[in-house]
Every structure is written in structure tokens, then in C-alpha cells.
């Protein structure tokens, strides 16, 4: 499987930064033939960047959509609109949405079901806080985060779908899983969609680890054997820092 580089911009970049960010990223790639697969998670305004970027091979990702189709719903953004961008990718059930804007595994399977509706495909993404790891719950906590948000998502609905652990102690705070504690996840991961579904949606679903994933880590990371690739945040607001884990994952493919 291609290893995947997600960034993951948050709350970050003006329309020109974008667009900087954007066509310096094309720049590079120009003549580069990638087996690795770039995605970025951009706010909504700079959705419409997808049009000139895909050709290069940069999909973008909207970071959150409405759980409802159309209508009365101030402020919000359909998975419709974010489709009709040419954005390929939406990031859902985020650990920040999760806590900030109170998007429970309910909602984000409703989100999830209307991204795929409208053609997008979610970046799933489920992750223990630390004090559920301290108790040695975390693979519960990320097992009942799958069945809610995957409830009623077939299996050929699957194959549009990337998931994303991310523990949320390792989010922001510079702390990394270890390459281990990442792998032992992603293997229970892929073992709990065995059980959810077969054999082959577990082997094909891709698994990207997120957390204070930077160039200085992620060559461990990205070698795990059930590691496809990383969410990235901070180190994806700075063109240097991707392409640095653009080449790393490079290496790994
Ligand atoms: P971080 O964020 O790389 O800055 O820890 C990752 C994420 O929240 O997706």
C-alpha cells in the first residue's frame, strides 16, 4: 500500500499562504514521478485550490462537513459544497471536533455517511486521551470509536474510507507514540475491522497514525509494517517540514 502523507492545517493560513504554500508544493513535485499518496487538510476557503493542485497530485481534504444535506443551518458546509470544490477527501471526527464542537461518534457517523453520499471520502479518525491509555483502556476506547462511527457502512463503503489514530495525548504536545505503541494500535485496528468485516477491508483500509508526527520521527513511524502512512499538523504548515516527510515516506514505499 502507498504510504500516505496527510497534512492537516487546522485553523491556519490565509487564502495568499494557502496559495503560496500550494504552488511551492507544485513546484517541487514537477518532473517527480511519487509512489506515496499527498492529501491536505485545508480550511474551506482554500478548497477551491483543488482544481490546478490535483493534476499535480495533491488531493485536499475539507476538515469537517455538516451531518445535514442542505438548509437552514447557519455557518455550516455540506459535504456537497466541499465535493463540488473538486476536493476528493474530508477529515472527520477529529479529536479538536470532538471536544471543542461536540461532534460525539453519533454525529460523526451521520457525517460520514453523508461525505460518502456526496462521493467524498472521510479520513476517520479515533484516538484514546491519556488518561484512558493510563488505565490501559485505549483499545477499547478506539474499538467503541470505530463500531459507532462505522455503524451501517458497508463493506464496499470501505474502501473509500482512510482511518487516522490519532491518541490525543500525542496531538499538539510534541509527545509521540512510539513507533510500538503506534504499531500495537494499528494491528488491533486492522484486527477489530477483521471482526467488524473480512479479511480484505482489513488488509486494504488504510491506517495513518497522527500525533506530533515530524521529519526527526517519521521514518520509524512510516516503517511500521501496519503504519500507511501519517496526519500530520504542525510539521505540514511549513513547505520544508512536508517535503522533508514527503521524501521520508518516499523511502518507505
Ligand atoms: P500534530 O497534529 O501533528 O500537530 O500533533 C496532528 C493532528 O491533530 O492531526
Same mark, same amino acid.
Given at each position: 500500500?502507498?504510504?500516505?502523507?496527510?497534512?492537516?492545517?487546522?485553523?491556519?493560513?490565509?487564502?495568499?499562504?494557502?496559495?503560496?504554500?500550494?504552488?511551492?508544493? %507544485?513546484?517541487?513535485? $514537477?518532473? #517527480?514521478?511519487?509512489?506515496? &499518496? +499527498?492529501?491536505? !487538510?485545508?480550511?474551506? /476557503?482554500?478548497?477551491?485550490?483543488?482544481?490546478?493542485?490535483?493534476?499535480?497530485?495533491?488531493?485536499?481534504?475539507?476538515?469537517?462537513?455538516?451531518?445535514?444535506?442542505?438548509?437552514?443551518?447557519?455557518?455550516?458546509?455540506?459535504?456537497?459544497?466541499?465535493?463540488?470544490?473538486?476536493?476528493?477527501?474530508?477529515?472527520?471526527?477529529?479529536?479538536?471536533?470532538?471536544?471543542?464542537?461536540?461532534?460525539?461518534?453519533?454525529?460523526?457517523?451521520?457525517?460520514?455517511?453523508?461525505?460518502?453520499?456526496?462521493?467524498?471520502?472521510?479520513?476517520?479518525?479515533?484516538?484514546?486521551?491519556?488518561?484512558?491509555? %493510563?488505565?490501559?483502556? $485505549?483499545? #477499547?476506547?478506539?474499538?467503541? &470509536? +470505530?463500531?459507532? !462511527?462505522?455503524?451501517? /457502512?458497508?463493506?464496499?463503503?470501505?474502501?473509500?474510507?482512510?482511518?487516522?489514530?490519532?491518541?490525543?495525548?500525542?496531538?499538539?504536545?510534541?509527545?509521540?507514540?512510539?513507533?510500538?505503541?503506534?504499531?500495537?494500535?494499528?494491528?488491533?485496528?486492522?484486527?477489530?475491522?477483521?471482526?467488524?468485516?473480512?479479511?480484505?477491508?482489513?488488509?486494504?483500509?488504510?491506517?495513518?497514525?497522527?500525533?506530533?508526527?515530524?521529519?526527526?520521527?517519521?521514518?520509524?513511524?512510516?516503517?511500521?509494517?501496519?503504519?500507511?502512512?501519517?496526519?500530520?499538523?504542525?510539521?505540514?504548515?511549513?513547505?520544508?517540514?512536508?517535503?522533508?516527510?514527503?521524501?521520508?515516506?518516499?523511502?518507505?514505499?
Amino acid at each position: 500500500m502507498n504510504t500516505i502523507v496527510a497534512g492537516n492545517w487546522k485553523m491556519n493560513m490565509t487564502l495568499p499562504e494557502g496559495r503560496d504554500f500550494i504552488s511551492g508544493l %507544485q513546484e517541487y513535485l $514537477q518532473g #517527480k514521478n511519487l509512489k506515496s &499518496q +499527498l492529501i491536505l !487538510g485545508v480550511p474551506f /476557503i482554500h478548497l477551491p485550490l483543488s482544481l490546478g493542485a490535483s493534476e499535480a497530485g495533491i488531493y485536499l481534504a475539507a476538515q469537517n462537513c455538516s451531518e445535514h444535506s442542505s438548509g437552514a443551518y447557519t455557518g455550516e458546509t455540506s459535504a456537497q459544497m466541499v465535493q463540488s470544490t473538486g476536493a476528493e477527501y474530508v477529515i472527520l471526527g477529529h479529536s479538536e471536533r470532538r471536544q471543542y464542537f461536540g461532534d460525539t461518534d453519533e454525529v460523526i457517523n451521520q457525517k460520514i455517511k453523508e461525505a460518502l453520499q456526496q462521493g467524498l471520502k472521510p479520513i476517520f479518525c479515533v484516538g484514546e486521551v491519556l488518561e484512558e491509555r %493510563q488505565q490501559g483502556r $485505549q483499545e #477499547k476506547v478506539v474499538h467503541t &470509536q +470505530l463500531e459507532r !462511527g462505522l455503524a451501517a /457502512i458497508s463493506p464496499a463503503q470501505m474502501e473509500q474510507i482512510i482511518i487516522a489514530y490519532e491518541p490525543v495525548w500525542a496531538i499538539g504536545t510534541g509527545e509521540t507514540a512510539t513507533p510500538q505503541q503506534a504499531e500495537t494500535m494499528h494491528w488491533s485496528i486492522r484486527k477489530h475491522l477483521s471482526e467488524l468485516y473480512d479479511l480484505h477491508v482489513a488488509e486494504k483500509t488504510p491506517i495513518l497514525y497522527g500525533g506530533s508526527v515530524k521529519p526527526e520521527n517519521a521514518r520509524e513511524i512510516f516503517g511500521m509494517p501496519n503504519v500507511n502512512g501519517g496526519l500530520i499538523g504542525g510539521a505540514s504548515l511549513k513547505l520544508d517540514s512536508y517535503i522533508q516527510l514527503i521524501e521520508l515516506a518516499e523511502e518507505t514505499v
